[in-house]
C-alpha cells in the first residue's frame, strides 16, 4: 500500500512552490484567494477525505477545504469510545480534529492510527500557553511545541493555533508579538502547516487580525445565542483579511441540552444549523459518543435555514442555556455579539 504521509521536507518543498505559485499572480490576495476557491470546489479530489455527503467550506488563506462541521476537544469519551467516535467522523467525511493538551492529542494520534493522513490535526498546549505567565516567549512557546510534536510522535502538526487569555482579557502587546514570532519560526521551521490563536477576547482577536496580517485561523466561542455584532463586527475583520474561523462551544458547554434525548437531538441539530446558515464560522463541537455524530451527519444534511417555528424553538433552547451556564461559563455571554 502507498505510504501517503507527508515529511516535513516534502510540506517546505510543496509550501515552497504554493507560494511562488501565488507570488507570481495577478491582482490582490483576497482576489486570488476567490478566485482559487471557486476553481478548487468543483476538484473534490483535492479535498481531503470527501465524501458527497458532507459540506466543505474554505478556511481563508490557508486556501484548504475543511469539513463544515468538524470535530472539537474536551470530550470524555475514553480511549476505546474516542476511536470509534474518530472512525465515524471519517466515514462521515470530516477531515478536521482540534486537539487541546497532552491527554487529547495523544488519544487522537492513537485513534487515527494509520489514518492520519485523513485529517487536518490542530495542536495546543494547555497550560503550557501565555495562560500561565512562563510560557509568554517565542522561546518557551517553541519548547513546548517540540516537546508535544516528539511525545506524539509527529513531524508536524497542521495547525499550530496559540490559546492567549488573562483574566479580565488584558493582553500586553509583548506577548502578542511573542506568540506571532513563535508561530511564525514554527512554521518556517516546518513544525506547523498553518497558524492561528484562540481565545475569549473579541477586542484583542479583532486586533491581532488586522495588525498581524499573516495570520490564519482563529478559534472563538460561538453559541446559539450568538449574532453578528450590528457595528465593528469581527466578522469585518475576518473578510477583510482572509481568516478562516472555527466556532468552540456551538452546545454552549452543554448548558443547550436537556435529560430528554429526543429533544436535545433536535436542538443539536438546530444550533448547528443556525451555525451553519449565520455565517463563516465552522462548529467543532465537543463529542462524547458515536451517536452525536450521526447527528452532526443530519444536521449538515438538512436545510440550514430555519424556519419560524424552528427559530423560536432555538431561541426558547438558547434562552435556557443562558440561565443555567455554569459560573466557570459565565464568559460566554461575552460572545452574544460577534
Given at each position: ?16 512552490i504554493?507560494?511562488?505559485?501565488i507570488?507570481?499572480g495577478?491582482?490582490?490576495?483576497a ?9 478548487r ?10 465524501n458527497?455527503?458532507m ?11 475543511v ?7 474536551h470530550?470524555?469519551?475514553s480511549?476505546e469510545?474516542?476511536d ?17 493538551g497532552?491527554?487529547e492529542l ?5 485513534s ?8 487536518y490535526l ?8 501565555p ?16 516537546k ?10 497542521d ?8 483574566p ?5 502587546f ?17 513544525k ?6 484562540s481565545?475569549?477576547d ?21 453559541t ?5 455584532a450590528?457595528?465593528d463586527s ?6 477583510k483579511?482572509?481568516?478562516g474561523?472555527?466556532g ?8 443547550l441540552f ?16 443556525y451555525?451553519?446558515h ?18 452532526v ?5 438538512e436545510?440550514h ?5 424552528e ?8 434562552g ?7 459560573t ?11
Amino acid at each position: 500500500m502507498e505510504d501517503k504521509r507527508v515529511t516535513r521536507r516534502k510540506f517546505m518543498r510543496d509550501s515552497a512552490i504554493a507560494a511562488a505559485g501565488i507570488a507570481a499572480g495577478l491582482g490582490t490576495a483576497a482576489e486570488q484567494s476567490a478566485k482559487a476557491a471557486s476553481e478548487r470546489i468543483l476538484d473534490t479530489s483535492k479535498i481531503l477525505n470527501y465524501n458527497p455527503n458532507m459540506e466543505y467550506r474554505r478556511l481563508g488563506k490557508t486556501n484548504i477545504m475543511v469539513s463544515a462541521v468538524s470535530l472539537g476537544g474536551h470530550s470524555g469519551a475514553s480511549q476505546e469510545e474516542r476511536d470509534k467516535i474518530v472512525g465515524r467522523c471519517l466515514d462521515i467525511g470530516m477531515n478536521f480534529i482540534d486537539s487541546t493538551g497532552r491527554g487529547e492529542l495523544l488519544r487522537d494520534i492513537k485513534s487515527l492510527g494509520r489514518r492520519r493522513d485523513k485529517v487536518y490535526l490542530a495542536l495546543s498546549e494547555t497550560g503550557k500557553e501565555p495562560r500561565n505567565p512562563e510560557y509568554r516567549t517565542a522561546k518557551k512557546l517553541l519548547a513546548v511545541l517540540d516537546k508535544a510534536l516528539a511525545r506524539a510522535k509527529q513531524e508536524y502538526t497542521d495547525l499550530w493555533r496559540i490559546t492567549v487569555y488573562e483574566p479580565g482579557g488584558r493582553h500586553s502587546f509583548n506577548t502578542s508579538s511573542e506568540v506571532i514570532e513563535a508561530l511564525e519560526k514554527a512554521k518556517k521551521q516546518g513544525k506547523t502547516r498553518f497558524t492561528g490563536i484562540s481565545s475569549h477576547d473579541r477586542r484583542w482577536f479583532k486586533f491581532m487580525i488586522e495588525y498581524f496580517p499573516g495570520l490564519e485561523v482563529v478559534l472563538f466561542p460561538f453559541t446559539t445565542m450568538s449574532k453578528r455584532a450590528p457595528k465593528d463586527s469581527l466578522f469585518d475583520a475576518l473578510k477583510k483579511c482572509d481568516v478562516g474561523a472555527f466556532g468552540i462551544k456551538p452546545y454552549a458547554a452543554g448548558s443547550l441540552f436537556q435529560d430528554n434525548q429526543q429533544e436535545n437531538d433536535q436542538r443539536a441539530r438546530l444550533a448547528l444549523r443556525y451555525i451553519l446558515h449565520s455565517n463563516t464560522v465552522i462548529p467543532i463541537p465537543g463529542i462524547n459518543n458515536v451517536h452525536q455524530i450521526d447527528i452532526v451527519a443530519k444536521a449538515v444534511k438538512e436545510r440550514h435555514k430555519l424556519d419560524l417555528k424552528e427559530k423560536v424553538e432555538l431561541d426558547k433552547a438558547g434562552g435556557e442555556a443562558w440561565a443555567k451556564l455554569p459560573t466557570n461559563y459565565q464568559w460566554l455571554r461575552n460572545w452574544e455579539y460577534v
